[in-house]
Protein backbone atom coordinates (compact mmCIF):
# COMPACT_ATOMS: atom_id res chain seq x y z
CA UNK A 1 0.00 0.00 0.00
CA UNK A 2 3.08 2.31 0.87
CA UNK A 3 4.46 1.78 -2.58
CA UNK A 4 0.78 2.03 -4.08
CA UNK A 5 0.36 5.83 -2.45
CA UNK A 6 4.19 6.67 -2.78
CA UNK A 7 3.76 6.04 -6.77
CA UNK A 8 0.96 7.81 -6.47
CA UNK A 9 2.24 10.86 -5.29
CA UNK A 10 5.43 10.96 -7.44
CA UNK A 11 2.87 11.03 -10.35
CA UNK A 12 1.34 13.89 -9.02
CA UNK A 13 4.15 15.89 -8.61
CA UNK A 14 6.02 15.53 -11.99
CA UNK A 15 2.74 15.16 -13.83
CA UNK A 16 2.17 17.71 -15.92
CA UNK A 17 -1.46 19.05 -17.49
CA UNK A 18 -1.97 18.73 -21.14
CA UNK A 19 -2.40 22.47 -22.21
CA UNK A 20 -3.27 22.54 -26.00
CA UNK A 21 -1.18 25.16 -28.21
CA UNK A 22 -2.63 28.38 -28.06
CA UNK A 23 -2.32 30.44 -31.70
CA UNK A 24 -3.71 34.37 -32.53
CA UNK A 25 -6.52 33.49 -34.55
CA UNK A 26 -8.28 35.33 -37.72
CA UNK A 27 -9.49 35.29 -40.79
CA UNK A 28 -8.95 37.93 -44.26
CA UNK A 29 -7.51 40.87 -42.39
CA UNK A 30 -5.70 43.95 -43.47
CA UNK A 31 -3.80 44.61 -40.38
CA UNK A 32 -1.70 42.39 -38.23
CA UNK A 33 -2.80 44.27 -35.17
CA UNK A 34 -6.28 43.46 -35.73
CA UNK A 35 -5.72 40.08 -35.57
CA UNK A 36 -3.76 40.00 -32.39
CA UNK A 37 -6.36 41.94 -30.64
CA UNK A 38 -8.63 38.68 -30.98
CA UNK A 39 -8.59 36.43 -28.34
CA UNK A 40 -6.30 33.56 -28.96
CA UNK A 41 -7.72 30.07 -29.92
CA UNK A 42 -6.39 26.78 -28.16
CA UNK A 43 -5.92 24.09 -31.02
CA UNK A 44 -7.34 21.23 -31.10
CA UNK A 45 -6.63 17.11 -32.09
CA UNK A 46 -3.80 17.39 -34.67
CA UNK A 47 -3.18 20.58 -35.49
CA UNK A 48 0.26 21.03 -33.49
CA UNK A 49 1.29 24.18 -35.13
CA UNK A 50 0.59 28.03 -35.24
CA UNK A 51 -0.11 29.80 -38.66
CA UNK A 52 0.54 32.62 -40.89
CA UNK A 53 -1.13 32.81 -44.08
CA UNK A 54 -1.24 35.80 -46.29
CA UNK A 55 -1.49 36.37 -49.50
CA UNK A 56 0.06 39.90 -51.36
CA UNK A 57 -1.78 41.25 -55.19
CA UNK A 58 -0.46 44.34 -56.39
CA UNK A 59 -2.49 45.57 -59.37
CA UNK A 60 -1.82 48.99 -60.91
CA UNK A 61 0.80 50.03 -58.14
CA UNK A 62 -1.72 48.92 -55.08
CA UNK A 63 -0.40 46.33 -52.72
CA UNK A 64 -3.66 44.75 -51.31
CA UNK A 65 -3.00 42.19 -48.86
CA UNK A 66 -4.97 39.88 -46.88
CA UNK A 67 -3.84 37.60 -43.45
CA UNK A 68 -5.12 34.65 -41.57
CA UNK A 69 -3.79 32.95 -38.50
CA UNK A 70 -5.21 30.25 -36.65
CA UNK A 71 -3.93 27.08 -35.61
CA UNK A 72 -2.57 23.98 -38.08
CA UNK A 73 -1.07 20.57 -38.92
CA UNK A 74 2.49 20.65 -39.47
CA UNK A 75 2.02 18.74 -42.65
CA UNK A 76 -0.01 21.87 -44.62
CA UNK A 77 2.79 24.12 -43.66
CA UNK A 78 3.58 25.00 -47.47
CA UNK A 79 6.28 27.54 -47.80
CA UNK A 80 5.99 30.70 -50.41
CA UNK A 81 5.44 31.42 -53.88
CA UNK A 82 5.65 34.30 -56.23
CA UNK A 83 3.70 34.82 -59.32
CA UNK A 84 3.62 37.55 -61.49
CA UNK A 85 2.02 40.26 -59.14
CA UNK A 86 0.57 37.49 -56.58
CA UNK A 87 2.55 36.69 -53.61
CA UNK A 88 1.54 34.20 -50.99
CA UNK A 89 2.62 31.09 -48.66
CA UNK A 90 2.45 29.70 -45.03
CA UNK A 91 4.88 29.80 -42.31
CA UNK A 92 4.21 27.66 -39.18
CA UNK A 93 6.00 27.32 -35.70
CA UNK A 94 5.53 25.13 -32.58
CA UNK A 95 4.77 27.43 -29.60
CA UNK A 96 1.70 29.52 -27.56
CA UNK A 97 1.16 32.81 -29.71
CA UNK A 98 4.21 32.47 -31.84
CA UNK A 99 2.43 33.68 -34.89
CA UNK A 100 2.31 37.08 -33.33
CA UNK A 101 4.08 38.71 -36.55
CA UNK A 102 2.55 38.71 -39.91
CA UNK A 103 4.95 40.44 -41.53
CA UNK A 104 6.24 37.51 -43.56
CA UNK A 105 5.05 36.73 -47.56
CA UNK A 106 2.52 33.95 -47.01
CA UNK A 107 -0.03 31.60 -48.83
CA UNK A 108 -2.31 28.73 -48.59
CA UNK A 109 -3.00 26.92 -52.12
CA UNK A 110 -0.12 27.63 -54.69
CA UNK A 111 -2.10 25.60 -57.37
CA UNK A 112 -5.04 28.47 -57.08
CA UNK A 113 -2.39 31.20 -57.21
CA UNK A 114 -0.94 29.93 -59.70
CA UNK A 115 -3.97 29.60 -61.93
CA UNK A 116 -5.43 33.27 -60.70
CA UNK A 117 -2.22 35.43 -61.77
CA UNK A 118 -2.25 32.78 -65.11
CA UNK A 119 -5.45 34.28 -66.12
CA UNK A 120 -5.12 37.72 -64.87
CA UNK A 121 -1.76 37.58 -66.92
CA UNK A 122 -3.81 36.56 -70.21
CA UNK A 123 -6.94 38.99 -69.19
CA UNK A 124 -3.93 41.41 -69.19
CA UNK A 125 -2.12 40.63 -72.35
CA UNK A 126 -5.35 41.16 -74.29
CA UNK A 127 -6.18 44.60 -72.74
CA UNK A 128 -3.13 46.04 -74.00
Not at 18 to 37: D, G, H, K, M, R
Not at 87 to 115: Q, Y
Request: net charge neutral; with cysteine; aromatic share 8%.
Amino acid sequence: MTTVLSLLFMIYLFARPVIALQCYSCNNVESNTVCNQKTPQNCTGSQDRCMISKVTTEIFGQQITTLKKGCIESSKCTGTISVIFISAGTECCETDLCNVNGSATFSESKLMLIASASFLYIILKFVN
